[in-house]
C-alpha cells in the first residue's frame, strides 16, 4: 500500500504563486504515472498535469504555461509549481500514483485563490 500526503495548499491572491508537495510513503515513482488533479465544488474531478516514470510531462490546456509538474526521486516527492493563479483555479487538490493494476490518492490540499 502506498500513501500520499499532499501539502502547501493556502489561501493566495490572483496572480500568486503556490507550490504543491506529494510525499510517498514508498519509492514508486519509478513504476507510477504520477498526477495532479483538482476538485472544484460541484464539479468533476480533473487531472491538471502528469509526469512518467521517464519523466514525460503533458498539461491540461488550462494550467499550461502556468503550472509546472516536477518530482524528486531521491526524496519520493512529486511538486506542482503553480503560478499566475486565478479565483477559477480555486479548488481542492489531489496527487495521484498510477499503474497498470493499481491508483492510489492522497487526501487533499485545498487551494483558495482570492483578494
Not at 513504476?31 to 509526469?51: C, D, F, H, I, N
Not at 519520493?76 to 479565483?87: A, E, F, G, H, R
Request: glycine fraction near 10%.
Amino acid at each position: 500500500q502506498v500513501q500520499l500526503v499532499e501539502s502547501g495548499g493556502g489561501l493566495v491572491q490572483p496572480g500568486g504563486s503556490l507550490r504543491l508537495s506529494c510525499a510517498a510513503s514508498r519509492s514508486i515513482f519509478s513504476s507510477s504515472t504520477m498526477g495532479w488533479y483538482r476538485q472544484a465544488p460541484g464539479k468533476q474531478r480533473e487531472l491538471l498535469a502528469a509526469v512518467t516514470p521517464g519523466g514525460s510531462t503533458n498539461y491540461a490546456d488550462s494550467v499550461k504555461g502556468r503550472f509546472t509538474i516536477s518530482k524528486d526521486n531521491a526524496k519520493n516527492t512529486m511538486y506542482l509549481q503553480m503560478n499566475s493563479l486565478k479565483p477559477e483555479d480555486t479548488a481542492v487538490y489531489y496527487c495521484n500514483a498510477r499503474t497498470i493494476i493499481s491508483s492510489h490518492w492522497g487526501q487533499g490540499t485545498q487551494v483558495t485563490v482570492s483578494s
